[in-house]
Each structure stands twice: as C-alpha cells, then as structure tokens.
C-alpha cells in the first residue's frame, strides 16, 4: 500500500473497496503523470537542440525557447502578454483604429 501513500495498517484496514479503487486510479493517474514528464522532457530536450540548415541552434537563447513572463502571464491570466503599441507594426495598428471607428467604438491614440 506504499504506493498509496498509506504506512499505517489501521488505515489500510479501515479503507473501503469505493476508497481502494479511488487511490489505486489516483496512484495509477500520478505514474501516468511522471511517465508523461519523463517523454515530454526527452522530447523538448531534442527540440532544444535542433539546428537548422546553417549548423545553427534553432533556439540559441533559452528565452528562445522558453518565455517564462509570457508564459506566466498566460497561466495567470489566460492570455498572453500584451504587446505595447510602439512595439507593434505601424500599419497594422492604423488598421484596427481605423475599423474601430467604422464599427463606432472610441479610439484611444
């Protein structure tokens, strides 16, 4: 029963067939869970590696890879980290103010 996470007999004694089946899919869904980990992390560790057709790292910086606010913030709130008008394409912003004031929403500048 260690691999419930149970030590004491009395427990083990007391604990219900309806119990038992809830920690046995319980323990079988936490194996599943670290056998996922384990293939997801040989998986990323061959994409972290990856060159491209000029002998270059696909991804050279980790942060290439990885954006940890972007993915905190997506975590957090549901969507990704909001890009700040300077950083966007000119002319694709002028776009969307300008169909903002057709469908008559006001546009901040």
């Known amino acids: ?3 419930f996470g149970i030590n004491d007999m009395l427990t083990i004694e007391r604990m219900t067939i309806v119990e038992f089946g809830i920690r046995r899919e319980a323990a079988t869904r936490k ?3 670290q056998l996922q980990n384990i293939y997801l992390q040989a998986y990323l560790n061959r994409i972290a590696a990856a060159v491209g057709e000029d002998n ?3 991804f050279p910086e980790f942060k290439d890879f990885f954006d940890y606010e972007k993915t905190l913030q997506l975590m957090l ?3 990704p ?3 700040k008008e300077s950083e966007m394409d000119k002319d694709l ?3 969307a103010k300008r169909l903002q004031r057709l469908r008559g929403k006001e546009v901040k500048n």
Do not use: F, P, W
């Open 31 to 33: 194996l599943t869970d």
């Open 1 to 3: 029963m260690s691999q």
């Open 93 to 95: 912003v002028a776009i």
């Open 56 to 58: 270059k790292y696909v």
């Open 81 to 83: 980290h909001k890009k």
């Open 77 to 79: 709130h549901g969507e």
